[in-house]
């Protein structure tokens, strides 16, 4: 095992705390080993972005922290509580309450508008019907879209798009939010504008934590960890580009 077990210079708690996760599928006789005895931690408010080529084990790292797949050895803890240790029931509240998803296919239903597509994940917390709708219209302005929270996916441009799955992410309050190549789908200048929106929302206090191809794209975190062959080979602090300096 490699230990690698970084922390935020912030002096910030850990939220993330992962020790020498493996991860390893079986096919026949053969296993592919897609993470390697990985160890870090990632404290409140981090601004961490994971990158390395396709089948370094970052997207593996990520469903893991979500708690959509589970390690095959090793620990994690999620905002202080060991997800091993964990019923599904438990896991499924703790992932609704503490982790908002953006991916890079936005995942909207294509006949539902935005403010319903931001109120879904209110659904588990069983809130009052006006509440949800006031909430996801909140969240809806934050990410700049209150002239547009009655539209259809299709009368959205692919940024609007974007910014209804990061607010439907967002609708939970969550500690964490887990962004899978958030700007593959988008152009450059729309990307921009994501990332801006991420700075933000890391500067309010969410941990962001993001796997992206792109050293732009990467340049607007606090840390770079990269993967390769399901193993960290760096973990570097790095100045970040914050919204104001891309003005």
Known sequence: MTEHLATATSGNRPII???DLQKIYRMGDQELRALDGV????????????????????STLMNLIGGLDTPTAGSLELDGRDI????????AEMRNRTIGFVFQQFNLLPRTP????????????????AD???????????V???ERIDHLPRQLSGGQQQRVAIARALVNNPKILLADEPTGALDSRTSEETMRLFSVLNRQGITVVLVTHEADIAGWASRRIVF???RIIADVRQEPRTAEAAE
């Open 17 to 19: 705390v992962a020790r």
């Open 39 to 58: 160890s870090l931690s990632i404290a409140t408010g981090d601004f961490v972005a994971i990158m390395g080529a396709s089948g370094s084990g970052k």
């Open 84 to 91: 091993g240790a964990m019923t599904s029931d438990e896991l």
């Open 114 to 129: 935005a403010i319903r597509q931001a109120m879904l994940p209110l659904l588990y917390a069983h809130p009052r019907p």
């Open 132 to 142: 949800m709708e006031a909430e996801a219209r909140r969240r809806l302005e934050q």
């Open 144 to 146: 700049g879209l209150s």
């Open 228 to 230: 390769r062959d399901g």
